[in-house]
């Protein structure tokens, strides 16, 4: 079982990785995690990402392909894994199929939590964090009981910088022009499957469950 996670931030992939771990046992894979974990280790590609990332420049391809190729070859990945978080492009996808071509571990499934752009918005800019215990509130799907106070505590809500209109678009449009494309691609080869990743988590698991229990 060999899929490519793919949806826009907020559209709830991250929730439904987890509970395909739990479900099928094999490992979510994701690039920022290797990358940690490899400079961490201290590993030869992991001192080569670490000098990128300590001036603060994107790591490339290449030395984020050999981390990916290093993961995948572990003992965990034999009877399957989900990556998530890349490829973020088509030309990380031809290199990474050309990889897992040499691996004999093709990818069988894209996978794409699809959710509208309107959603992905009040998702993601209605979210409120509380100061004092981090409880998280969102004021158009789960608003605290009053306005701008946590339930739990009574600490005050905040927006996040991150969580606000102008960041949000702007990531969303990255994503539309960068990543979107890979839809197609995966289309292209045949092995594109889409979800609705509106309504409940579990209902969403289920459709995702359907698809994924043909690939046995």
Do not use: H, W
């Amino acid at each position: 079982m060999r899929i490519v996670l793919l949806g826009a931030p907020g559209a709830g992939k991250g929730t439904q990785a987890k509970k395909i771990v739990e479900k099928y046992g094999i490992p979510q894979i994701s690039t920022g995690d290797i990358l940690r974990q490899a400079v961490a280790d201290g590993t030869p590609l992991g001192l080569e990402a670490k000098k990128y990332m300590d001036k603060g420049e994107l790591v490339p391809d290449e030395v984020v392909i050999g981390l990916v190729k290093e993961r995948l070859g572990q003992d965990d990945c034999k009877k399957g894994f989900i990556l998530d978080g890349f490829p973020r492009n088509t030309s990380q996808a031809e290199v990474l199929d050309r990889v897992l071509g040499e691996m004999n571990m093709p990818l069988q499934l894209a996978l794409s939590v699809d959710v509208d752009f309107d959603v992905l918005m009040k998702r993601l800019t209605g979210r409120r964090t509380c100061r004092q215990c981090g409880q998280m509130y969102n004021i158009y799907y789960n608003p605290p009981k009053k306005e701008g106070v946590c339930d739990k505590c009574g600490g005050e809500l905040y927006q996040r910088d991150d969580d606000k209109e102008e960041t949000i678009r702007k990531r969303l449009e990255v994503y539309q022009a960068q990543t979107a494309p890979l839809i197609e691609y995966y289309d292209r080869k045949g092995i594109l499957k889409r979800v609705n990743g509106v309504g409940n988590i579990d209902e969403i698991f289920a459709n995702i469950c359907a698809i994924l229990d043909t690939l046995k």
